[in-house]
């Protein structure tokens, strides 16, 4: 399955870089690089990461700016980066298993629906639909118990910040060793698998709905631009082949787009994920977590669904940034880790 041109109203055909498909690639290169360049990339944007998951607990509305104040008045600097090192643990196996089921399902969907007659296009959206949720399954299944642990230290005030985050549970946590250590004694395992199913429901079908807008908006633009170029300019467009940063500003433009409407589909069901995984409540003296009726419950009563989206700012951001260097990222990757024309040809 590949998509070699796109082709505009006038029959006119821009050729960029073809699909490269699973059975293309070196896979020890793709994921030692892989590991390597998303590690970078989560670094970057994790002080998002943490403003969207404090604004999210919080009982109380604030703003991006004053929660940014708060943490580096009290916290500092480090006050952004609480929890990483327990999420970066987190992010090589989960990112594996992810890349891993986004092209394999992208791959043999996509060919399946070819041979069954569909056009190109049906092909390409169900195919990357299909991965979007197959991938973010199998992800959760490695980073729901990190996501746990990381988000729980992630919203840990200190001094007067506690102000704002006054309602969650009094547990402290020295680092991530001893956050799992209590997590287990107090919950089980099952407390590394708090909101796993609203987590199902909050990823499968943000990837599904992101990798198919991406694909559609990425056709779109290139069918756009083909069209403004061949009204522009006499010549045929046949056999023009745009230049690399052409092609990062397409892929940087779909994926700004394309999160955009993941994060305001699902930042819902991405609030009451944080919560049931982040808050806890007394009962008879004891703690223990929050239901999922509880949780829509205390959001219907601190705002309705404007409460819901708390935190849509810094999670559009996020997701926008991190979709856009993750995308770049990752056909950058794909090409370093293309196996050479000669491991390619059948002996």
């Not at 949720?133 to 118990?145: D, E, G, I, R």
């Not at 009094?170 to 987590?199: C, H, Q, T, V, W």
């Not at 990823?203 to 009204?231: D, E």
């Amino acid at each position: 399955m590949s998509l070699g041109t796109a082709e505009d109203d006038s029959g006119s055909e821009i050729h960029i870089p073809a699909e490269i498909d699973w059975h293309m690639l070196d896979k020890s290169k793709f994921f030692f690089l892989g590991a390597a360049l998303f590690s970078g990339v989560s670094f970057t944007l994790y002080p998002m990461v943490v403003l969207k998951t404090r604004q999210q607990v919080s009982s109380s509305r604030f703003s991006c700016l004053n929660m940014s104040c708060a943490i580096m008045r009290y916290e500092g600097l480090r006050g952004f980066y609480k929890g990483f090192g327990t999420s970066l643990m987190g992010t090589v196996p989960a990112r594996a298993l992810y890349m891993a089921s986004l092209e394999i399902t992208k791959s043999n969907v996509g060919t399946v629906f070819l041979e069954l007659g569909f056009s190109d296009t049906t092909a390409v959206a169900v195919a990357n639909a299909a991965a979007g949720v197959t991938s973010a399954m199998a992800a959760q299944l490695v980073w729901t118990p990190v996501d746990v642990v990381s988000q729980r230290l992630m919203v840990q005030g200190s001094g007067g910040n506690k102000s704002i985050l006054a309602n969650l549970n009094s547990e402290s946590y020295r680092n991530g060793f001893d956050a799992f250590r209590k997590i287990l004694y107090a919950d089980g395992a099952r407390g590394f698998y708090r909101g796993f199913g609203i987590s199902i429901l909050t990823y499968a079908p943000s990837n599904a709905v992101w990798w198919t807008s991406y694909s559609m908006v990425h056709r779109l633009i290139w069918g756009a631009f083909g069209s403004y170029r061949s009204k522009g300019k006499s010549e045929n467009l046949s056999g023009f082949r745009p230049d690399s940063k052409t092609m990062v500003a397409v892929q940087g433009l779909s994926a700004v787009m394309a999160s955009g409407v993941s994060a305001i589909v699902t930042m819902p069901l991405d609030t009451v994920k944080t919560r049931l995984q982040v808050l806890d409540c007394e009962e008879n003296g004891r703690r223990r977590p929050l239901t999922f009726v509880q949780t829509v419950r205390n959001l219907v009563k601190e705002g309705g669904l404007l409460a819901c989206y708390r935190g849509l700012g810094p999670r559009w951001a996020s997701m926008s940034l991190s979709a856009t260097t993750m995308i770049t990222t990752y056909e950058f990757l794909k090409r370093m880790s293309t196996k050479s024309q000669e491991d390619l040809t059948p002996r």
